[in-house]
């Protein structure tokens, strides 16, 4: 059993994030985190991974910046890292992402199984994951919430999603990729010991031409990025007992016809 799980390290969701005079996104001084949403994705990797006996591989693919979440996922317990990098990945679109992502897993051989998290915050977005798993011709299991059981002999995996209308409890043949929710797992702090044999790993950086793939013609492209408008408001405290007050706000959202 091999599994694979794809991460990347983002703004910390408490830096203020804007567009510098450049033109580029940019976050200050502010550190980077691991993906949130990936962390519950690394957790299970690890976890399905020592339940078959098996190993776990994350990648993340982008810049050096990338290298730290995958320094924190060996921390926790990962097996083995690889970042993808390439110049012609540097404007590319989700499609790209996928191929590279597609391409590695071919690659690394033997995988029985892709981890993912719910979504990028950076971004804010999870089409890679569907696009990976369309690329690999593999089953895409979203939204998943507990992995009830996988039978490695067979080759199946049974997981419970969660969706609006409520659970959903589904089985697939083994190879699939998989995007989880927050309430799959607790994941783990690093240890210090993990956290001093990350420190010292030498993570291999393939490029497109190491996958054997060139990078597709972007279907979509960004245009510019703009800072949202400053917001403008007046506060007014209505005076009186709470029966005033409710008549006065009535009357007021009733002048400004907004009732």
Known sequence: MHVVVFTRSTP??????????????????????????????????????????GKSTVIAIGPEMHAEALKHSLAMGLDEAIRIWDEALADADSLAYAAAAAAAVKKLDG???????????DVGTDQHNYQIARKLGWTMLSYVSKI?????AAGTIKVERLLEQGRQIVTSRLPAVISVMKDINE????????IRKASKAVIPVWSLADLGISAPAPKTRVVKYMNL??????????????????????????????L
């Open 148 to 152: 009830a059981a996988v039978d490695y």
């Open 111 to 121: 995988v029985n199984l892709i981890i993912l998290g719910k979504e990028s915050v």
């Open 229 to 258: 408008p400053a917001r403008e408001g007046q506060v007014e405290m209505i005076e009186g007992t709470p029966e005033e007050q409710a008549k006065k706000l009535v009357d007021r959202l009733l002048e400004e016809k907004v």
């Open 12 to 53: 910390d969701t408490a830096a203020k994030v804007e567009v510098g005079g450049d033109g580029k996104v940019t976050w200050g001084d502010a550190a980077t985190v691991v993906n949130p949403w990936d962390e519950y994705a690394l957790e299970e990797a690890i976890v399905q991974a020592k339940n078959a006996g």
């Open 187 to 194: 994941p783990r702090y690093p240890s210090f010991i993990g």
